[in-house]
């Protein structure tokens, strides 16, 4: 195991955290846990400038973590991702930029068959309060598990290829609230639901290209449809490409596009550009 000690200077947008991947080793009967966690910041301070500008100061705390479970049968991976970050800006208080919780758990069974059949779960959060800054006053518009969402799948996967996963099943995804119910109520009825059960087929990949000897490409695609609008997808796709300058420092640059139109009918898209110093923890 290895300390972690890690202080990150940002050169865009604060994102989180995102390793240079090794290759993972299959160890049978064995928990392989994994973890990393990082600390971005960039920040700017004027003193009697005369061409003009602000102080700013923006930070976000990222953790990623996982472990894994095999036998000849069995497999079992649970991965997690936290991110929370401010920005404050001259005299304004400290906004929120970045705030998630992202937790997905696959269970497979090798049946001797190129594919797999699997069952997966996954959470979806914020880990607190969120706003739309726009509005002034700010207005909280999420909160954790306000909503939130859970998907259970059951299909078949396919990993034969070095580098490349994915899987397609048919989902229930529940989504759950409090105060935001526009996100779990049912129109038509004349009462107001805070959970929402829906129906559909979940879709989500997952690749890994060496693009060159120290720089990898990953990549995640989430899709999800439901029964009743199969014409309609949600997406969620995922972009990191990581550089290795050595054994200490990463430059990293992420690009995350989000589409769901039950929170806005556009898309949305958050990228960023780092420089850090990591070690990881296990």
């Known amino acids: 195991m290895k300390r972690l000690i890690l202080f990150i200077f940002c050169l865009g947008l604060p994102t989180s955290l995102n390793l240079l991947a090794q290759q993972d080793t299959v160890i049978l009967y064995k928990w392989l846990p994994k973890a990393a ?25 990222v953790g990623t973590g996982g472990v894994k479970y095999a036998t000849e049968v069995w497999g079992f991976t649970n991965d997690l991702k936290v991110a929370y970050g401010r920005t404050k800006l001259g005299s304004e208080d400290f906004k929120t930029n970045d705030n998630e919780l992202y937790l997905e758990s696959v269970l497979s069974r090798n049946i001797g068959w190129d594919i797999s059949p699997y069952f997966s779960n996954t959470v979806r959060t914020a880990l607190t309060a969120g706003y739309n800054y726009d509005l002034d ?9 306000d909503p939130g969402y859970l998907t259970q799948s059951l299909g078949f996967t396919y990993d034969k290829v070095d580098g490349f996963q994915t899987r397609l099943g048919f989902a229930v995804q529940e989504v759950i609230t409090n105060k935001f119910t526009q996100y779990s109520d049912d129109t038509e009825t004349s009462g107001i639901e805070k959970i929402k059960f829906e129906t559909g087929l979940e879709s989500v990949s997952t690749a890994e290209y060496t693009m060159m000897e120290n720089i990898l490409l990953k990549c995640k695609l989430r899709l999800f449809t439901r029964y009743e609008s199969l014409d309609v997808w949600d997406v969620r796709w ?4 990581a550089a290795k300058v050595n054994d200490y420092l990463n430059v990293n640059f992420t690009f995350l ?13 958050k990228e960023g550009l780092q420089l850090g110093l990591v070690y990881t923890i296990l």
């Open 37 to 61: 966690a990082g600390l971005n910041i960039s920040q700017l301070a004027l003193s009697d400038w005369t061409q003009g500008g602000e102080n700013a100061l923006t930070w976000t705390i």
């Open 257 to 269: 596009l989000v589409y769901e139109e039950a929170q806005l009918k556009k898309r949305q898209i």
């Open 137 to 145: 006053p700010k207005a909280e518009i999420a909160n954790f598990f």
């Open 238 to 241: 995922d972009n990191t490409i």
